[in-house]
Each structure stands twice: as C-alpha cells, then as structure tokens.
C-alpha cells in the first residue's frame, strides 16, 4: 500500500529504526506514528513503553496529553462562531472580558514590574496569533515571571476558566499589542470568549461541535475511570534524570476526573486514531466523512500566515520547539513560508502544531499529507525530532 501512496517501503522502515534509536538511546520511553497520503494509512507504528512502571506497551488507542495540540482544536470552534458571523477578529476582547479594559504594558526594556505605560485591550485575532502580548511562565522576561509567581499557567487545578482570565488580565503585557510575536496563553483566553459566545462551558462546546462530529471518543479533558487503563504516564527531563516520571497535582486531575480549568490551550488527551481524524478534516478542508465543520475557505484562510512576516521577524527570540525563520502563524497552528530557512525538509504551506510533551502534527497540502506522532515527555524541546521526522517522512517520498 505505501509504494501505490508514492513511498518506498524500505525507506519508511527508517522510521522503525529511528522510533528504537529514540527509546535506546533514552530520549523517550516509546513513540508512536501514523502517517497518511490522500486519506490512506502509509505508515502505522510504534516502540517502547508507555509505562515503565507497569511495563504497558505504547499502542493504538494509547491516550496521552497532547497538551499545545489542544490550541488548533480551540481555534477550529473559534472559526466556526466567525463563519457563522458571530465574532469578528478585530473585536477588542475586553468586550467579552470586562477585566481587559484597563490594560498596561511593560516599557521596552523594562526592569521592574511597575514600569508601565497604558495599552490597548489586546484583539481576538491578536490573542489567536500570539502578537497580543501575553505570554507563557515559561518564557523568558519580566513578564512571564510575573505569571510564574501570579500562578497564571490555566492548569487543570488552576480554578474556572472565568476567574483565570480576570487574572491575567491584571499583568503587565510584555509588550504592546501588535507589536511582536511571543507564545503565549491568548488561545486559552479565546477558550473563555467561546464559553460567553455560546453560553456553554468549552468541554461541551468541543463535544457537541468537534468530538462527536468527527467520532474522536477519546478525546477529552479529563480521562474516564474505564480508560485509565490506556493513560500514557508522562515524563520529564531533567539534569539528574533524561526520563523522570512527571508527578504533579496538575497531572493526577487528568487522571481523578478533578479538571477545574479548561484550557483551550493546552488542556485534552486524545488518542493518535482520534488525533488523526481532526488532522484529517484539516487536510481535506474542512470536512471528514460528510461530516463538514468548517467551510473550504474559511480553513484555507486559518491556513494563511497573519504575521506581517515570518516569527523571527516579529522579535522571537526562544521558541526551541520550531524553527522561526521561515516560518509564519495562521488561526491555530504554525505554517512553513519557506522549507530552505526552516532548515528542515517540508513543503510550502505545511500546517501544524505540538504539544509540551513533544507530540507533534502536520498536515502537508502539496504532498497530501497528514501526520501525528505521539510520545510523552517534557519538554518538547528536548530533542529535534520533528525535523528528524519530517526528514524521514520526505526521504521516503518517491512519487
């Protein structure tokens, strides 16, 4: 079946080897991956343990955090609602979100928390495009360390959705709207202006226009008691240890059903099968099955870049887990501009996103491609394996 889909078959077993270099080498524990071309699987596998614990094999129905592939799914609704004419991008979002009225940011070059200049409310389309001047604790600068010791992370325990929102209103932004481009919680934000646009908390919303369109049953913010079973553990990097278990109150909510914020940043686990069907419905435009989410157009145009260039020219200056030059930033996902300045092989137009816990997807409009690959550990920055992946996957392409 992979030499009709225009690959050649011995050179998509590098991707066996490449999975077993990984787990031998101690980068992960196990992988997994599924690589589609025009709908129809090429390549299905998948290496190691997703419990060494419990020495549990990764498997298909394997159900994992995907974390920052959440944001994708987040802005897929959003663009629903703007297709429906119920949301425009330019709105201010302190119209849904009263606490972003009154905004400051911090001036360039700023040392301490109290200097401040007058701002605007960031936009939807900025706060969708990580150009609204927010950011993540984990970034670097004054104003994510004002999130780390403001505990403005969105995680599962992290209390309402609403009540977060009003809290990161209240910080400084690193910078004025519009004026650069830093990863940040502004989808986990949009998550809450979908929660007042329809009257329905996020979980129900995604179900009802997301999940069960699109039959992804095992997608979710918390895992059910009778899938624990399935639940990949997570593990963390550090100086002392490549593969520590990540244990954190944070993680047991996935697992005890104990979610009180749902982040439409970074909030589902999923499976790779459920995964690959929202990839899928990305690929083919907008709909799966006859069941169709979002017209044609409206999904080419999340796939355009709305950055007025690539990253790196918007001020960037650490994202590890893509490249920046060469690349650009649609509604919900990361676009290649130009394959040579991403230094890794791709085509034009390639759109996707990844996960904290360095899963990754793509979907490739030249080459027909859809692709999700699974593991689980933090950060995603660790290694670069999905250039190495994208190189495996172009290197088997014969036709």
């Known amino acids: 079946m992979s030499k009709a889909l225009g690959f050649d078959p011995e050179r998509l077993k590098r991707i066996d080897a490449w999975m077993a270099a990984n787990r031998e080498s101690g980068r992960y524990t196990g992988t997994s991956f599924l690589l ?121 325990t992290a209390g309402s959705l609403a009540d977060m929102c009003d809290r990161a209103a209240a910080q400084p932004l690193a910078f004025q709207p519009g004026k650069r481009w830093e990863y940040s919680v502004g989808i986990d934000v949009i998550g809450r202006v979908i929660e007042l646009i329809t009257g329905q908390s996020l979980d129900k919303v995604f179900r009802e226009q997301v999940l069960e369109p699109l039959d992804m049953k095992d997608t979710s913010f918390a895992v059910p008691q009778d899938k624990l079973g399935r639940f990949a553990d997570c593990y963390v990097k550090t100086e002392d240890d490549p593969l520590a278990v990540l244990e954190t109150s944070e993680d047991s909510a996935f697992r005890q059903g104990q979610v009180s914020c749902l982040s439409g940043g970074g909030g589902l686990c999923s499976t790779l099968d459920d995964y690959f069907r929202f990839g899928e419905m990305i690929r083919r435009g907008g709909e799966l099955e006859g069941e169709r989410l979002l017209g044609s157009r409206t999904l080419k145009f999340m796939r355009c870049n709305h950055l007025n260039g690539d990253i790196a020219s918007m001020g960037a200056e650490t994202f590890s887990e893509m490249p920046m030059t060469g690349m650009g930033f649609g509604i919900g996902g990361g676009i290649v501009l130009n394959p040579g300045l991403t230094r890794s092989p791709g085509s034009e137009g390639d759109f996707g996103w990844g996960g904290m816990a360095s899963t990754y997807f793509w979907t490739d409009p030249i080459e027909d491609l859809t692709a999700v690959f699974f593991t689980q550990l933090v950060p995603s920055s660790s290694y670069p394996s999905r250039a190495e992946l994208k190189a495996l996957v172009h290197g088997a392409l014969i036709d």
Not at 53 to 74: A, Q, W
Not at 107 to 119: F, K, N, R, Y
Request: proline fraction near 7%.
């Open 36 to 156: 589609a071309r025009r709908g129809e699987i090429a390549y299905l596998g998948f290496d190691g343990l997703r419990s060494v614990d419990k020495n549990l094999p990764y498997e298909r129905d394997t159900i994992l955090r995907i974390y920052s592939m959440t944001k994708p799914m987040t802005s897929v609704v959003f663009a629903m609602l703007l297709e429906r004419g119920e949301v425009y991008l330019d709105t201010p979002v302190s119209e849904y979100i009263p606490a972003f009225s009154k905004m400051c940011a911090l001036v360039p070059g700023a040392m301490t928390s109290d200097q401040t200049e007058p701002a605007e409310s960031p936009t939807l389309h900025q706060l969708l495009t990580h150009t609204s001047g927010m950011t993540y604790e984990f970034n670097p600068g004054l104003a994510a360390q004002n999130y780390a010791q403001q505990k403005i992370n969105f995680n599962p």
